[in-house]
């Protein structure tokens, strides 16, 4: 079966995220709108979308849209999830999930409420190189975690980007620091060696750009079983970076790029005979991840992770930001 999907605004993040990935799998992206109806329709006319309309709520209307794919600023996940859960339309939302915990639980309850699945896109989840890392960390080869590091850096976006605004829910925590913690967290829920559950946050310190809106945010955490971890996020570095490490007493594994595998897919391995370096595959992490959610779609087909999950999320990123010194969003 073939998806037919709605795409909410005419992102950068969208040729990526759902446009590729769907043309891979044989989906139709149906119907475009955005504030701007001519960059609607310079998206439609580049990406093979089959008609643009007049807004949000005219895509999440539309008869022929199956599913909504949201990728408006942070402020505007939660309000437009909700729209597209009135209308009973599944959403890929991306991350994070709403603007805050408060805002996650009222998305959550709603989609439990009508029995509409929403995914938030934590796309890195889905593919094998972070597949690879979270195995060898749970199945003993690295023997007893004792620290996980997670560190993302990207060159700054413009100075109209809406990460920089406060009023759109932005700054460098709540753009890579949910990946960062959605990383400890997950492995929290893995029964790994060393962690033993989910992390708590011991301290966060971050730079602001403009008040109240992070350019860098760094938080340390610790897990129960007396792992240590640090995740590092800034939006100011002179070049993409996003890797993830886990040592343990055996070993450790490094994830050269866990955003962006299609890019570089190496996972290196270390333990007392030496390294070895592992690929698994350039096939985008997006393709994966639509993958999985049309399955769920479909035919009901297990995710590894629902709305539950993304309101610990929320939780935590705003736990981060008030011991940083600075409000939740």
């Known amino acids: 079966?073939?998806?037919?999907?709605?795409?909410?605004?005419?992102?950068?993040?969208?040729?990526?995220?759902?446009?590729?990935?769907?043309?891979?799998?044989?989906?139709?992206?149906?119907?475009?709108?955005?504030?701007?109806?001519?960059?609607?329709?310079?998206?439609?006319?580049?990406?093979?979308?089959e008609r643009v309309v007049d807004d949000y709520q005219a895509v999440i209307d539309d008869?022929?849209?199956?599913?909504?794919?949201?990728?408006?600023?942070?402020?505007?996940?939660?309000?437009?999830?909700?729209?597209?859960?009135?209308?009973?339309?599944?959403?890929?939302?991306?991350?994070?999930?709403a603007r805050d915990e408060s805002e996650a639980i009222r998305v959550a309850e709603a989609a439990e409420a009508a029995n509409v699945p929403v995914l938030e896109g934590f796309h890195y989840f889905f593919h094998p190189v972070t597949r690879r890392a979270f195995a060898l960390a749970g199945d003993?080869?690295?023997?007893?975690?004792?620290?996980?590091?997670?560190?993302?850096?990207?060159?700054?976006?413009?100075?109209?980007?809406?990460?920089?605004?406060?009023?759109?829910?932005?700054?460098?925590l709540m753009d890579l620091g949910c990946y960062g913690l959605h990383v400890m967290r997950s492995l929290g829920r893995l029964g790994v060696p060393g962690i033993g559950g989910?992390?708590?946050?011991?301290?966060?310190r971050a730079d602001e750009r403009t008040p109240g809106v992070d350019a860098r945010c760094d938080v340390d955490l610790e897990f129960p079983?007396?792992?240590?971890?640090?995740?590092?996020?800034?939006?100011?570095?002179?070049d993409f970076s996003?890797?993830?490490?886990?040592?343990?007493?055996?070993?450790?594994?490094?994830?050269?790029?866990?955003?962006?595998?299609?890019?570089?897919d190496r996972v290196t391995v270390t333990g007392?005979?030496?390294?070895?370096?592992?690929?698994?595959?350039?096939r985008a992490s997006y393709t994966y991840q639509l993958e999985a959610f049309a399955a769920h779609v479909e035919h009901g087909a297990a995710l590894p992770f629902g709305t539950a999950d993304a309101v610990a999320n929320m939780a935590l990123v705003d736990a981060a930001y008030r011991a940083a010194g600075l409000q939740p969003r």
């Open 63 to 97: 008869a022929e849209v199956d599913v909504v794919y949201n990728p408006l600023a942070n402020a505007l996940h939660a309000p437009w999830n909700l729209a597209a859960i009135a209308a009973g339309k599944p959403v890929l939302s991306e991350k994070p999930f």
């Open 140 to 172: 003993g080869t690295l023997g007893t975690v004792t620290h996980v590091e997670v560190r993302m850096a990207m060159p700054a976006p413009g100075d109209d980007d809406p990460r920089w605004s406060l009023d759109l829910a932005g700054g460098a």
């Open 272 to 282: 007392a005979g030496g390294s070895t370096v592992e690929r698994l595959g350039t």
């Open 242 to 264: 996003f890797t993830l490490r886990i040592g343990g007493t055996a070993g450790e594994v490094l994830v050269h790029d866990f955003i962006k595998p299609n890019s570089d």
């Open 1 to 49: 079966m073939s998806l037919r999907i709605g795409v909410l605004g005419a992102s950068r993040i969208a040729e990526q995220a759902i446009v590729g990935p769907a043309a891979e799998l044989g989906h139709r992206l149906v119907a475009v709108a955005a504030r701007d109806r001519s960059r609607a329709e310079a998206f439609a006319e580049k990406y093979g979308v």
């Open 225 to 238: 079983d007396g792992a240590t971890g640090i995740a590092t996020h800034s939006m100011v570095a002179d």
């Open 198 to 204: 989910p992390p708590s946050i011991t301290g966060a």
